[in-house]
Every structure is written in C-alpha cells, then in structure tokens.
C-alpha cells in the first residue's frame, strides 16, 4: 500500500513537471483502437476564452498539436494479452501523434478499461485542533478514513475525498480557511487488478517513454462526455467500448461508482460473423454501414450483400435482410444494458435525484440504441459526445474518442486524490469492506 502511494505520488510529480515543461501526450488503450493525442500548455489559459468552448474544456489553457490512432492489437476485454503486440500499436500511434505534431513527448498518461474495478466508500474524521481547517487537517483526516482490505494483488487506481463535512455543514467542496471544530470526509476508492497496471507501465517503458499517470477509461469518459449540471446533480456515463463497456457514476462533480461488464462492440460483430458465415472483418463492415436494433416494415425489403473472396460463387453471392442482421445484434446488445441495468442497481443508482444515463463509447453510435436503452436502463437517457477541446481533428470529435477526450481533461485539470496530501502512510488499518453503494444513500 506505502508502495503504490508513492509511486502514484512520483507520477502525478513527474505529470506536473512535463505539464511545466509544455508538453504530455495522453493514450488511450483500448480493445479495438489506440489513440494517441499529444497536448501542448501555454501556462497562460489564453485558450480559455476563445469562443465556443465551456470553462471545463479550456481553463487550463492546453492545445491539441498531434493525434494518431491505429487498430489496437493484443488487448483483449480491455486488459493487455499480447506484450509484443500492444507494445507494437503503442509506438504505432505514439509515433504518429509526435510526428504530426513535431515535437518529441517524453512523458504520457494512459488510460484502460477492463481490470476488474471496484468501488468502496470510505469515511472517516478528526478534531480540528486550531479551529481553522489547515492543509495538515485535510492530511490528518484523509489518513483516518477506514481503509478496507482491499486483496490481494489489487491496486489503488484513484483515491478522491469526494465531500468534506465541518460540524453540522455536509457538502463542503473545500474546506481549507473555515473555521470549526469537527472535520469529517467521504473519500471514494477504485482499486483494480494490479497485473492490468504494470503491463500498461511495462509496455509504456518498452516504448521508451515514461508513464505519469493511469486512469480508468470510464471515469474520464464521464468527464468528457456528462455536462456540467449532470456532474453536479448525479448521472451515469456508460462507456460502450470494443471489448467492455465501463460505467461510472457522478455525483457533485465527483466519481462515487465506477464498474465494467466485459462485453462490448466486438461481441456484437462476433456474432455477426458466426450467424452470417462470414469473416470478422467483413461483419465489422456491415455492422458499421447497416446495423441497428429495431427493425421496422421495410427492413425486410432492405437487402444486404454480404460479399466474400471464398471462390463458392454461391456462398459469395448471398444477401440477407437488414431484418435478419438485426435479429442477430439485438439480443447481446439487450445482455450488455441489462448487464449494466444490474451494476446501476447494485450501486443504488436508482437513489439520486437525478437518474440522467449518458452513453458514449464507439458501440453507442449502433442506430436505435438510445431508444432500446431509455427501455432498459429507465427513461433519462441520451447519446453523448465528449466537449470540444482546442485543436483536437475533426476525426477524434466523434463518441467513439470520449475517453481520450476526457483524458485531456484529466491531465489539464486533476481533481485532488489522496497522495496529493502529505498522508502519515504508517497508517493503513486494513478494516471490513464498506460499498460505496450504501454510503452515498446514506450520504446525499
């Protein structure tokens, strides 16, 4: 635990540092593409105020000078498979992003889904001694939050107070200068598998670069994509990737629930492919051109020619109806939201005054999704793009780039976590395991 506590603290340094320095790249590991986005600060937020853009996206002044993005390859369910071949699609990208922007990137912060997240709620409280809330009470507080024992081979990846309470005032946001005489704090916790992060940082290394940061994809897909009233008055983010589809919950500005079902897009083309008799690539290509989930009269007249290079003149030739290729697709997508309809509920989503679901990822983008969703998942629920960031190409504006979108938005902007205070590490009692689910019905 003391390990991991201060690499994370050696990476957010070494991010502040090249964020100084002017330039980071961000990556975004995914199962079905990598994409790469090389950001420049100017330190001056003269961005900031350019028109069109909202005070998340631009405040702290950073620019998009390069993107690239290729075909992932060795990821599986977004955790790592392959070294060699990720580590190849990495440099790919990587290599493309710095040279369309010009520059050499040294340091970068990477993203993944997959990795088995899960989610406590800590809480935890002190005495003010001076009456006026110090930086030292912050520390002294977050260090008396009952840390749970989280297993073994498992791995912090974000550790934020998401509310401060002193005396009888609960919601404080900061509460540093006010005067009182009890603090107290909600901290919410993600740990994940600890293999899923050092094979990240492994094949960030082989890629001679240095890692300063990782984050959850479905977290910064939910800064990217939920607005700022949906951050502030509760949502769901909904991330529908390639090989997973990862969920985050927002409340005050704050991440208090993040999960992840292990099936997504690739499923859905799988599918295809077995039911229609063809290859991978040519099912990813009708699902792309024709795929939907709700058939209406003429999709039995729509015909699709499924094509091939088998050398059955037959076999080649055939065509189905847009009916059929439906049929095929909408049961896994039904299995996917009713899978994520199940994490909603295990989180008590159902508890916050506002029940607003976004969904973004590539396999949002299915025709009709948004209305079989609204079915499933309950009645607020609308596609999300992430916001516009400075420089960033047409290309990479789309759903599909929500979390390298949101990875900006994390690098440009960290929220506090707890290695950011000086936190006495002796001490980490292991205690029971507290869901988050339980704590933030209780809480908000």
């Not at 790249?25 to 079905?32: E, I, M, N, Y």
């Not at 000086?422 to 019905?441: G, H, M, T």
Request: hydrophobic share 40%; aromatic share 6%.
């Amino acid at each position: 635990m003391i390990e991991l506590y201060e690499t994370q603290r050696a990476m957010r340094a070494m991010r502040k540092a090249a964020i100084q320095r002017g330039v980071v790249a961000v990556l975004d590991v995914g199962t079905s593409k990598i994409s790469c986005l090389v950001l420049r600060f100017d330190g001056t937020g003269r961005f900031a105020a350019a028109e069109g853009v909202g005070r998340m996206a631009g405040q702290a002044g950073f620019r998009v000078i390069g993107a690239a993005t290729t075909r992932s390859r060795g990821v599986r369910l977004g955790e790592i498979e392959a070294m060699a071949e990720t580590e190849r699609a990495i440099r790919t990208a990587v290599q493309a992003a710095q040279k369309m922007a010009q520059i050499r990137v040294d340091h970068i912060i990477a993203c993944f889904s997959g990795a088995r997240p899960r989610s406590y709620g800590l809480a935890g409280g002190v005495d003010v001694t001076g009456q006026t809330v110090t930086e030292h009470d912050i520390s002294r507080v977050l260090s008396a939050c009952e840390v749970p024992d989280i297993g073994e081979a498992r791995e912090v990846l974000h550790a934020q107070p998401v509310n401060f309470a002193l005396d009888h005032r609960s919601g404080l946001i900061d509460p540093r200068g006010q005067i009182g005489n009890r603090l107290a704090t909600d901290m919410h916790m993600l740990t994940v598998d600890a293999l899923a992060v050092q094979h990240l940082a492994h094949c960030v290394k082989r890629c001679d670069m240095e890692l300063a940061g990782v984050a959850n994809s479905a977290y910064v897909s939910g800064k990217a994509a939920l607005v700022e009233d949906e951050q502030e008055l509760g949502a769901a983010c909904i991330d529908l990737g390639g090989g997973s589809a990862g969920l985050s919950i927002f409340m005050k500005k704050h991440m208090i629930y993040a999960d992840c079902v292990r099936i997504g897009g690739d499923h859905v083309t799988g599918d295809i492919s077995m039911g229609l008799q063809v290859p991978q690539a040519t099912a990813e290509r009708i699902k792309t051109f024709y795929g939907g989930v709700v058939a209406t009269g003429m999709d039995d007249r729509e015909m699709i020619e499924t094509g091939g290079d088998t050398g059955d003149y037959e076999h080649d030739r055939r065509k189905v109806s847009r009916a059929e290729l439906i049929g095929i697709m909408r049961p896994r997508v039904e299995e996917i939201l009713e899978e994520v309809r199940a994490r909603l509920d295990a989180a008590g989503f159902d508890h916050l005054p506002s029940q607003q679901i976004v969904l973004t990822g590539g396999g949002s983008q299915i025709p009709g999704l948004d209305g079989l969703a609204s079915r499933i998942l309950g009645q607020r629920v609308r596609l999300g793009r992430p916001l516009r960031v400075h420089g960033l190409p047409q290309a990479a504006t789309g759903p599909a780039f929500a979390s390298a979108v949101g990875m900006c938005l994390f690098a440009a902007n960290p929220q506090d976590e707890w290695w950011d205070f000086e936190i006495p590490v002796d001490r980490y009692p292991a205690r029971s395991l507290r869901r988050a689910v339980k704590w933030f019905k209780e809480n908000w």
